[in-house]
């Protein structure tokens, strides 16, 4: 099957004086997919980020973006927008001068870009004639990823967009991303809030000291990994206590329940090993009320695959 | 299989233009609250200091034209730009070029500029000319502003010059205009310092003094009894020299070598920071670009710009030891007393005599004439003789003068009464001040001009 590729990375290598940052990076992202970046604080992912807005060239290596060979700093295509390490704003300007400067640059009409119309999207028409000195890290944010729709692109690089998000402002952002890759355009973020990256994206690259140790769909992922522990709460947790013991490749964690709720049980099993659980409870008559993972699978396979990687360097 | 979105999308990089870059720069530079405050104040305080001074019974006779500000409007603007050269200026460079690249990392905007421009090149062309835009309008307000308010409390009046000759109001403005003109060239000199101390100090306060803390060594060097050809070939000597417009002739050769010697340093500063902010690695968040080679490569050039500068000047003019010798002295002391001898003259309603006809000479020594006639001191004293038509005894006065080591001096009358020895003279129209009791001159340091 085709697909058209936003980025296409192969074997990037960054390091900057000793500190290898990135060492041999392979990446895909297709276009109109949001795509998570997810690694340990010092795995390579801002310098990664960086990469792909252009702020910096690659040691070696062949990275395209949108189609255009990257083989110097500042030489990404237009239609790549982003932030990393925060938003640049100018605290002494109003948000929508903020934007309105950001259009003058770029040669755009403050009149016909689109000022109001991305201001509503991320949710700061209210403040928009407010100065950015007194914004919290969450109007920053949304105002920062306003600026980067401003320039309508076809690439998004978002680093920890949700970032002091509130929960209102985390739905405007989720929206506006949501729509965007809908209408084709790509998005690129990297976050350490698992549930974030698993609403939003489509696949993930997980990186552990400069290296791909995941890279693909979500699903592919939770396939791909080690057994989990799940929340199971029930009409007759006795009862299902019993089958669960009984069912092979299902482990009870008694300390786990003890822990929690005595009519919570915490089991440990592969997925196959689940559904045959829930289909016995439901053949002996008890009502499945909660089937949860207690960490989600993105975070336990987040976990397992850093630490291995730590503990092969 | 596949394949690309340049299949579908023409890709292409484009840059934003300097001049898109340069408004964008102005825009945040003005949106500053300081810079706003800073437009107001030199485009209103100086109209109030000058007019405010201009009324007072005392005034600041240490300030060069200061004690002309009664007599015209046009001495307010001087007494200002002498304010300027030695505080406002390098203050004004410091806020404004000082910061204008450090601002970007205080805020952790360089990255969001750097993609939005694309190009280090135009972001520091955009930052190095709106500054100048700003330090500019500055100094336009600075000069506007005091001038207006001179004239305004004051009048449009006649000024004397450094060596006494009058110089009618249309001259006086146009001098004066082109007296803040040359100090352009060492405030650039001071901008461009300060571009380079924000390039290469980064975060550090440093880079915001730097302009200030240059403009005051360079200001405690014209005080040390330097050799002339190094005073010259300081950047900051311009704002100095410009007092040899308000002679006649006017003494261009050591403004003109200040004026050089200061385009010289703002290139190569300018061009140094331009090289060092190329240089800088913007990946690297801890990095501001600050560090020992980056202050090792601004400062190294510059010391051995000054070395440069002080070898061609020695090489190229006849400057040896102070320059402040007994001729010149004597030269200058003669020349002033004459033509203030002739306004003082018409003030007394006596036949008008002219400087020729007076054939003033002076004759000076220094320590009571122990020591050598040369050098900066208050202990110069000069005995004036003049002549006038038809009277065969010569007149004589004398005079106390305190040579400072620029060359500039301040002559103080001491004696005989009717001529410099009490600072009024009684005119038929009431007392006035005595032209001859103290006055304000300065010794050509490079005797590139022949007094007429």
Known sequence: ?313 | MTATIADAHAAGTRRVSVARGYRFELVKLVSQWRIRLLVLTCWIAPALFVAAVSQQSSLPVDTLFGRWMHATGWAGTLVMLGFAGTWALPLLTSVVAGDVFASEDRLGTWRHLLVAVRSPRRIFAAKALSSLTVILLLVAGLACSSAAGGVVAVGNQPLVGLDGHLLTPADAAGKSLLAWVCVLAPTLALAAIGLLGSVALGRSPMGLLLPALVALAMQLAQMLPLPVAVRVALPGYAFIAWSGLFTSPAQLGPLLIGIVVSLVWAVTATALAYVLFLRRDFTNLTDDGSGRRAVTAGVLPLVGLVAVTVAVVAAATPATGSGIEQDRVQRSVATAFAHLYRMQAQQLNRPDVTEAQLQATATCNKGGGNLAAQGPGNDWRCVISWHLPDVEAAGTAIYQLDVTADGRFVADGDGPKEVNGYFLVRTPTGDAPNPLWQFDGNVELLPTTRKG
């Open chain 1, 1 to 313: 099957m085709d697909a058209l590729l936003a980025i296409r990375a192969r074997g990037i290598t960054k390091s900057f004086g000793d500190v290898v940052a990135l060492d041999g990076i392979d990446l895909e992202v297709t276009q109109g997919q949001i795509h998570g970046l997810v690694g340990p604080n010092g795995a390579g992912k801002t310098t990664l980020l960086g990469l792909l807005l252009g702020l910096a060239v690659a040691d070696s290596g062949h990275l395209e973006i949108l189609g255009t060979p990257i083989a110097r700093a500042l030489a990404a295509p237009d239609g790549v927008a982003g932030f990393v390490d925060g938003p640049g704003l100018y605290p002494s300007l109003t948000a929508r001068q903020n934007l309105a400067a950001l259009a003058a640059l770029r040669g755009h009409s403050v009149r016909t870009t689109g000022i109001d119309d991305v201001l509503d999207q991320v949710g700061l028409t209210d403040v928009a004639d407010d100065r950015a000195s007194g914004f919290s890290l969450g109007m920053r944010q949304r105002l920062g990823l306003a600026a980067a729709l401003l320039t309508k692109p076809r690439l998004l690089v978002l680093d920890e967009p949700s970032n002091g998000l509130d929960p209102a402002g985390k739905t405007h952002v989720h929206s506006v991303l949501t729509r965007l890759a809908t209408d084709g355009t790509s998005v690129v973020l990297s976050s350490h809030r698992m549930d974030d990256l698993e609403a939003l994206c489509s696949e993930v690259t997980i990186l552990a000291t400069g290296r791909v140790v995941f890279s693909g769909p979500l699903s592919k992922l939770a396939a791909e990994s080690r057994e989990l522990d799940y929340r199971l709460r029930t009409s007759d947790p006795q009862a299902a206590r019993r089958l669960a013991a009984d069912t092979a490749g299902v482990h009870v964690d008694d300390d786990a329940g003890a822990r929690h709720d005595t009519q919570v049980l915490v089991v440990r099993a592969l997925v196959p090993a689940l559904d045959e659980l829930v289909v016995r409870l439901v053949h002996a008559g008890i009502a499945v009320r909660e089937l949860a993972p207690v960490v989600s699978p993105l975070e336990a396979a987040f976990l397992a695959l850093t630490e291995q990687q730590e503990a092969i360097r």
